[in-house]
Nanobody, 120 residues
């Protein structure tokens, strides 16, 4: 079994910063991709940023230049550094990972979500 545990959400003023982390644990052979999605009230869940092994990173246009995704492979952990936060960044942020759990089995997992609220 695999679990994704997110930390780091909270309340911050516009212009401030937050750092999210997501640690994967359990039966893990390898992790092919880890990323962050967010869902604001009344809106669909959207990709924020992802980091793909051997490929690189991808960001939503709305966060380019403000957010940075990084990964510690030894700790199976992905981070999202969020700077210059705006009220429109307010959402529940979810960690997502594509994980090889057995030689021939790859599954997709979600974290429980962490609330980020940016006040104006």
């Amino acid at each position: 079994q695999v679990q994704l545990v997110e930390l780091g959400g909270g309340l911050v003023q516009a212009g401030g910063s937050l750092r999210l982390s997501c640690a994967a644990s359990g039966t893990i052979v390898s992790i092919t991709a880890m990323g962050w999605y967010r869902q604001a009230p009344g809106k669909q869940r959207e990709l924020v940023a992802t980091i793909i092994s051997g490929v690189g990173t991808k960001y939503a246009d709305s966060v380019k230049g403000r957010f940075t995704i990084s990964r510690d492979n030894a700790k199976n952990t992905v981070y999202l550094q969020m700077n210059s936060l705006k009220p429109e960044d307010t959402a529940i942020y979810y960690c997502n990972a594509d994980i090889q759990v057995r030689v021939t089995d790859f599954d997709n997992y979600w974290g429980q979500g962490t609330q980020v609220t940016v006040s104006s």
